[in-house]
Protein backbone atom coordinates (compact mmCIF):
# COMPACT_ATOMS: atom_id res chain seq x y z
CA UNK A 1 0.00 0.00 0.00
CA UNK A 2 1.24 3.54 -0.75
CA UNK A 3 1.97 5.91 1.80
CA UNK A 4 0.50 8.83 0.50
CA UNK A 5 -2.29 11.44 2.04
CA UNK A 6 -5.12 10.51 0.06
CA UNK A 7 -4.95 7.19 1.26
CA UNK A 8 -3.46 7.85 4.42
CA UNK A 9 -6.55 6.67 6.33
CA UNK A 10 -6.49 3.23 4.84
CA UNK A 11 -3.10 2.66 6.32
CA UNK A 12 -4.21 3.01 10.21
CA UNK A 13 -5.29 -0.89 10.16
CA UNK A 14 -1.24 -1.61 9.68
CA UNK A 15 1.92 -2.10 11.91
CA UNK A 16 4.81 -0.54 10.35
CA UNK A 17 6.44 -1.76 7.41
CA UNK A 18 3.17 -4.05 6.40
CA UNK A 19 1.73 -1.51 3.48
CA UNK A 20 5.01 -2.68 2.26
CA UNK A 21 3.68 -5.89 0.96
CA UNK A 22 0.31 -6.16 -0.05
CA UNK A 23 -2.61 -5.30 -2.74
CA UNK A 24 -4.37 -2.37 -1.26
CA UNK A 25 -8.20 -2.60 -0.66
CA UNK A 26 -10.04 -1.12 -3.99
CA UNK A 27 -11.61 2.86 -3.19
CA UNK A 28 -12.91 4.30 -6.53
CA UNK A 29 -13.42 7.16 -4.95
CA UNK A 30 -10.16 8.13 -4.18
CA UNK A 31 -8.94 9.60 -7.35
CA UNK A 32 -5.35 9.48 -6.07
CA UNK A 33 -6.04 5.87 -6.73
CA UNK A 34 -6.47 6.52 -10.90
CA UNK A 35 -3.08 7.52 -11.81
CA UNK A 36 0.38 7.47 -10.79
CA UNK A 37 2.28 9.98 -8.52
CA UNK A 38 4.45 12.23 -10.90
CA UNK A 39 7.70 11.78 -8.87
CA UNK A 40 7.92 7.82 -8.50
CA UNK A 41 11.48 6.64 -9.33
CA UNK A 42 12.23 3.24 -7.58
CA UNK A 43 15.36 2.86 -6.19
CA UNK A 44 17.43 -0.40 -5.88
CA UNK A 45 18.55 -1.37 -1.98
CA UNK A 46 20.60 -4.58 -3.51
CA UNK A 47 18.70 -6.91 -2.11
CA UNK A 48 18.01 -10.29 -4.32
CA UNK A 49 15.79 -10.52 -7.40
CA UNK A 50 13.77 -12.99 -8.67
CA UNK A 51 15.29 -13.16 -12.18
CA UNK A 52 13.48 -16.39 -13.41
CA UNK A 53 10.83 -17.00 -11.02
CA UNK A 54 9.68 -20.25 -10.67
CA UNK A 55 5.51 -20.44 -9.35
CA UNK A 56 4.33 -23.16 -7.71
CA UNK A 57 0.78 -22.66 -6.87
CA UNK A 58 -0.85 -23.94 -3.26
CA UNK A 59 -4.37 -24.29 -3.21
CA UNK A 60 -4.94 -24.61 0.65
CA UNK A 61 -8.25 -25.59 1.93
CA UNK A 62 -11.35 -27.86 1.77
CA UNK A 63 -13.04 -26.05 -0.94
CA UNK A 64 -9.73 -26.64 -3.42
CA UNK A 65 -10.85 -29.66 -5.93
CA UNK A 66 -14.45 -30.64 -4.22
CA UNK A 67 -16.42 -29.14 -6.69
CA UNK A 68 -16.65 -28.33 -10.09
CA UNK A 69 -16.07 -24.99 -10.01
CA UNK A 70 -13.07 -24.77 -7.87
CA UNK A 71 -11.18 -27.30 -10.22
CA UNK A 72 -11.93 -24.96 -13.36
CA UNK A 73 -10.80 -22.19 -10.82
CA UNK A 74 -7.57 -23.94 -10.29
CA UNK A 75 -7.23 -24.96 -13.82
CA UNK A 76 -7.31 -21.73 -15.15
CA UNK A 77 -5.26 -19.81 -12.49
CA UNK A 78 -2.36 -22.42 -13.42
CA UNK A 79 -2.81 -21.81 -16.85
CA UNK A 80 -2.76 -17.98 -16.05
CA UNK A 81 1.25 -18.40 -14.66
CA UNK A 82 1.80 -20.46 -17.38
CA UNK A 83 1.35 -18.12 -20.45
CA UNK A 84 1.91 -15.01 -18.36
CA UNK A 85 5.39 -16.14 -17.60
CA UNK A 86 6.61 -15.98 -20.22
CA UNK A 87 4.71 -12.90 -21.74
CA UNK A 88 5.33 -9.16 -22.60
CA UNK A 89 4.01 -8.38 -18.60
CA UNK A 90 7.63 -9.82 -17.66
CA UNK A 91 9.54 -8.57 -20.33
CA UNK A 92 8.57 -4.91 -19.25
CA UNK A 93 10.21 -5.81 -15.88
CA UNK A 94 13.61 -6.27 -17.61
CA UNK A 95 14.27 -2.89 -16.94
CA UNK A 96 14.82 -4.09 -13.31
CA UNK A 97 17.87 -5.91 -14.40
CA UNK A 98 21.04 -5.16 -12.48
CA UNK A 99 24.67 -6.87 -12.31
CA UNK A 100 24.69 -10.24 -11.92
CA UNK A 101 21.02 -10.98 -11.50
CA UNK A 102 19.44 -10.43 -15.06
CA UNK A 103 15.22 -10.65 -14.93
CA UNK A 104 13.64 -13.00 -17.80
CA UNK A 105 10.55 -15.01 -18.35
CA UNK A 106 9.44 -17.65 -15.59
CA UNK A 107 8.12 -20.87 -15.41
CA UNK A 108 5.54 -22.75 -13.87
CA UNK A 109 6.89 -25.49 -11.90
CA UNK A 110 3.62 -27.03 -10.88
CA UNK A 111 0.45 -27.04 -8.47
CA UNK A 112 -0.62 -28.72 -5.41
CA UNK A 113 -4.29 -29.08 -2.87
CA UNK A 114 -4.02 -29.43 0.29
CA UNK A 115 -6.17 -30.12 3.02
CA UNK A 116 -4.78 -30.90 5.91
CA UNK A 117 -4.50 -28.17 8.64
CA UNK A 118 -6.93 -26.30 6.48
CA UNK A 119 -7.80 -23.08 7.93
CA UNK A 120 -11.23 -22.85 9.39
CA UNK A 121 -11.94 -18.94 9.65
CA UNK A 122 -8.77 -17.44 9.70
CA UNK A 123 -5.01 -17.89 9.64
CA UNK A 124 -2.13 -15.76 10.35
CA UNK A 125 1.35 -14.92 8.32
CA UNK A 126 2.82 -16.33 11.13
CA UNK A 127 0.80 -19.86 10.68
CA UNK A 128 1.13 -19.69 6.90
CA UNK A 129 5.19 -19.31 7.45
CA UNK A 130 5.25 -22.38 10.15
CA UNK A 131 3.18 -23.94 7.48
CA UNK A 132 5.15 -23.22 4.59
CA UNK A 133 8.19 -24.64 5.98
CA UNK A 134 6.57 -27.63 7.06
CA UNK A 135 5.82 -28.33 3.73
CA UNK A 136 8.83 -27.85 2.31
CA UNK A 137 10.71 -29.76 4.58
CA UNK A 138 7.88 -33.04 4.17
CA UNK A 139 8.44 -32.58 0.41
CA UNK A 140 4.42 -31.89 0.72
CA UNK A 141 5.49 -29.36 -1.92
CA UNK A 142 9.31 -28.86 -4.03
CA UNK A 143 12.24 -27.58 -1.93
CA UNK A 144 12.67 -23.53 -2.68
CA UNK A 145 15.92 -22.33 -4.63
CA UNK A 146 16.51 -18.87 -5.30
CA UNK A 147 13.77 -18.12 -7.66
CA UNK A 148 11.05 -20.41 -5.95
CA UNK A 149 7.89 -18.23 -5.66
CA UNK A 150 5.10 -20.27 -3.89
CA UNK A 151 1.40 -18.58 -4.63
CA UNK A 152 -0.76 -19.75 -1.83
CA UNK A 153 -4.64 -19.80 -2.35
CA UNK A 154 -6.98 -19.62 0.71
CA UNK A 155 -10.26 -21.02 0.44
CA UNK A 156 -13.39 -18.91 0.30
CA UNK A 157 -14.52 -17.88 3.49
CA UNK A 158 -11.02 -17.67 5.21
CA UNK A 159 -9.26 -14.15 6.33
CA UNK A 160 -5.82 -13.74 6.03
CA UNK A 161 -3.87 -11.30 9.34
CA UNK A 162 -0.87 -10.12 8.90
CA UNK A 163 0.07 -8.42 12.01
CA UNK A 164 -2.41 -5.57 12.44
CA UNK A 165 -4.25 -6.00 9.12
CA UNK A 166 -7.19 -8.55 7.65
CA UNK A 167 -7.70 -9.17 4.39
CA UNK A 168 -11.33 -7.34 2.84
CA UNK A 169 -10.51 -4.82 5.70
CA UNK A 170 -7.19 -3.45 4.45
CA UNK A 171 -5.33 -5.28 2.20
CA UNK A 172 -6.30 -8.25 -0.66
CA UNK A 173 -3.28 -9.95 -0.78
CA UNK A 174 0.83 -9.98 -0.18
CA UNK A 175 3.78 -11.17 -0.62
CA UNK A 176 6.53 -12.03 2.13
CA UNK A 177 9.69 -13.87 2.62
CA UNK A 178 10.55 -16.19 5.63
CA UNK A 179 14.20 -16.21 5.35
CA UNK A 180 14.90 -17.33 1.81
CA UNK A 181 11.40 -18.95 1.26
CA UNK A 182 9.43 -16.41 -0.58
CA UNK A 183 5.55 -16.87 -0.93
CA UNK A 184 2.57 -14.36 -1.77
CA UNK A 185 -0.74 -15.47 -0.28
CA UNK A 186 -4.20 -14.46 -2.18
CA UNK A 187 -7.46 -14.94 -0.13
CA UNK A 188 -10.62 -15.53 -1.79
CA UNK A 189 -11.94 -12.11 -2.95
CA UNK A 190 -15.15 -11.67 -1.55
CA UNK A 191 -15.52 -8.23 -0.80
CA UNK A 192 -15.90 -5.02 -3.41
CA UNK A 193 -12.91 -3.95 -2.40
CA UNK A 194 -11.06 -6.66 -3.80
CA UNK A 195 -13.26 -7.50 -6.59
CA UNK A 196 -12.98 -3.92 -8.01
CA UNK A 197 -15.93 -4.36 -10.36
CA UNK A 198 -14.26 -7.39 -11.92
CA UNK A 199 -15.35 -10.72 -12.06
CA UNK A 200 -13.63 -12.76 -9.81
CA UNK A 201 -11.51 -14.58 -11.92
CA UNK A 202 -9.99 -11.27 -13.17
CA UNK A 203 -9.59 -10.03 -9.82
CA UNK A 204 -7.35 -12.85 -8.91
CA UNK A 205 -5.33 -12.58 -12.13
CA UNK A 206 -5.27 -8.71 -11.48
CA UNK A 207 -4.08 -8.59 -7.42
CA UNK A 208 -1.63 -12.29 -8.60
CA UNK A 209 -0.22 -9.95 -11.08
CA UNK A 210 0.61 -7.49 -8.53
CA UNK A 211 2.19 -9.68 -6.10
CA UNK A 212 3.99 -11.37 -9.03
CA UNK A 213 5.88 -8.60 -10.39
CA UNK A 214 6.19 -6.61 -6.24
CA UNK A 215 8.11 -9.92 -5.36
CA UNK A 216 10.35 -10.77 -8.87
CA UNK A 217 11.69 -6.97 -8.62
CA UNK A 218 11.52 -6.69 -4.78
CA UNK A 219 11.39 -10.41 -3.00
CA UNK A 220 12.46 -9.12 0.54
CA UNK A 221 10.22 -6.33 0.71
CA UNK A 222 11.50 -3.28 1.18
CA UNK A 223 15.13 -4.64 -0.05
CA UNK A 224 15.14 -4.37 -3.52
CA UNK A 225 13.46 -2.11 -5.83
CA UNK A 226 11.34 0.19 -3.50
CA UNK A 227 10.20 4.38 -3.39
CA UNK A 228 10.05 5.19 -0.12
CA UNK A 229 6.82 7.79 -0.48
CA UNK A 230 5.16 4.79 -2.93
CA UNK A 231 6.28 1.71 -2.08
CA UNK A 232 6.90 -1.41 -4.48
CA UNK A 233 6.32 -1.37 -8.22
CA UNK A 234 2.44 -2.15 -7.88
CA UNK A 235 1.46 0.11 -5.23
CA UNK A 236 1.84 3.20 -8.06
CA UNK A 237 0.03 1.86 -10.15
CA UNK A 238 -2.70 -0.52 -8.27
CA UNK A 239 -6.18 -0.80 -9.10
CA UNK A 240 -5.35 0.21 -13.13
CA UNK A 241 -5.21 -2.78 -15.74
CA UNK A 242 -4.75 -4.05 -18.82
CA UNK A 243 -4.83 -7.11 -21.04
CA UNK A 244 -1.88 -9.57 -21.40
CA UNK A 245 -1.96 -12.65 -23.17
CA UNK A 246 -5.92 -12.85 -23.15
CA UNK A 247 -5.82 -12.18 -19.19
CA UNK A 248 -6.94 -9.21 -16.33
CA UNK A 249 -3.04 -7.66 -14.79
CA UNK A 250 -2.46 -4.74 -13.26
CA UNK A 251 -0.35 -1.80 -14.87
CA UNK A 252 3.34 -1.52 -13.38
CA UNK A 253 5.40 1.22 -13.01
CA UNK A 254 8.56 1.90 -15.27
CA UNK A 255 11.50 4.28 -14.03
CA UNK A 256 12.46 4.35 -17.90
CA UNK A 257 9.25 5.47 -19.12
CA UNK A 258 8.02 7.60 -15.63
CA UNK A 259 4.61 6.32 -16.39
CA UNK A 260 2.73 2.54 -15.34
CA UNK A 261 2.95 0.37 -17.87
Same mark, same amino acid.
Given at each position: ??????? !??????????? @??????????? +????????? =??????? /???????????????? /?????????? #??????????? #??? !????????????????????????????????????????????????????? =?????????????? @??????????? %???? &????????? /? !????????????????????????????????????? !??????????????????? %??? &? $??????? $????????? +????????
Amino acid at each position: MRKRAGV !AANNKGFKPGE @YVRVVPLHFPE +SAVLASAPP =TAELAYR /NGPLLTNVEVFTIFWG /NMWGSTSESR #DLMEKLNIFFR #DIL !ASPMIDQLMEYSVVGQAIGHGSLTGNKVISADAPVSSITDSTIQTQLNRWVEA =TTVPKNNENTLYFI @YLDLGIVSIMG %GSRS &CQSYCGYHN /N !AGDIYYAVMPYPTCSGCLGGLQTFDAMTGTSSHELCE !AITDAVPGSGWYDDVNGEI %GDI &C $AWSFKTV $AGYTVQLEW +SNQQSKCV
